[in-house]
């Protein structure tokens, strides 16, 4: 059976984009309402303002935020604030749509600084050409074989005294059994669609996966690329354990 990962993010970028990025039932339908893409788009500025204070607060220092990269950037909930602050910022994304839409959300902020690009066009990036890196509530989405290969491009992408703040979901007791019940549900529609039948759940929307990592394997790749791991800050989400890793270059 076919990963439809990529499948399932264009088709919930056409029917429920923000729904999508931020899983809230508030954020249902959002796409034809003013007011509730403002409160969005308010969780994106609370998220980097937080974060970034939260990465000055542990290295000690500003960062030049010359260059940034916003990895699985969806309509933009982060590029934009991002933007605000940034010389320049990239986001990169596996959906068509999305990009689209950060496309335009960017320039209705009055933004002139953004650059939206595929995900497929990611290892084509100059190395070494990112100061800062952000991906928030994305990786969990995608099966660890392949995100643990765009996390090895993302610390190439660093450039020297660079820092990546990376979201990630860590491996739990019986998640073995987990896994295979999520991938049946990535590869088949018809699984997917029976548990959503047995869930009562009407928006019968595309499975948006939920993966763990493991995270010695993540701290390998960080030391591969001559960088450390500087800090993380853990999340937690029902029963759902993570944290935001924060990985600096080495100079």
């Known amino acids: 059976m076919k990963d439809r990962s990529a499948d399932d993010w264009e088709e919930l970028a056409r029917r429920e984009p923000y729904f999508a990025v931020l899983t809230d039932e508030g954020f249902l339908g959002v796409e034809g309402n003013a007011a509730a893409t403002a409160e969005f788009f308010r969780t994106g500025e609370e998220d980097i303002t937080s974060l970034l204070a939260a990465v000055r607060e542990l290295l000690g220092r500003d960062l030049p935020l010359d260059n940034a990269l916003d990895y ?124 959503s039948a047995i869930r009562r759940d009407p928006r019968r929307l595309p499975y948006m996966q939920m993966n763990e990592y493991d995270e010695r394997a993540i701290r390998r790749d960080v030391e591969a690329a001559g960088a450390r791991l500087a800090g993380r800050f853990p999340t937690r989400h029902g029963d759902t354990s993570g944290a935001v890793l924060v990985i600096e270059k080495s100079r």
């Open 72 to 195: 699985g950037c969806g309509v933009g909930r982060l590029t934009i604030p991002l933007a605000r602050r940034a010389r320049h910022v990239t986001g990169c994304d596996v959906a068509p749509t999305m990009l689209t839409l950060a496309a335009q959300n960017s320039a209705q902020a009055g933004l002139d600084n953004t650059t939206f690009v595929a995900a497929s066009e990611l290892a084509a990036l100059p190395a070494a050409s990112f100061d800062f890196i952000v991906s928030l509530l994305v990786f969990q989405h995608i099966p660890p074989a392949a995100g643990s290969a765009i996390l090895r491009t993302l610390f190439s992408l660093l450039a020297p005294g660079g820092v990546a703040a990376v979201h990630v979901t860590f491996e739990r007791p019986g998640s073995a059994l987990r896994r295979l019940a999520r991938t049946l549900r990535a590869r088949s529609r018809l699984v997917h669609g029976a548990v």
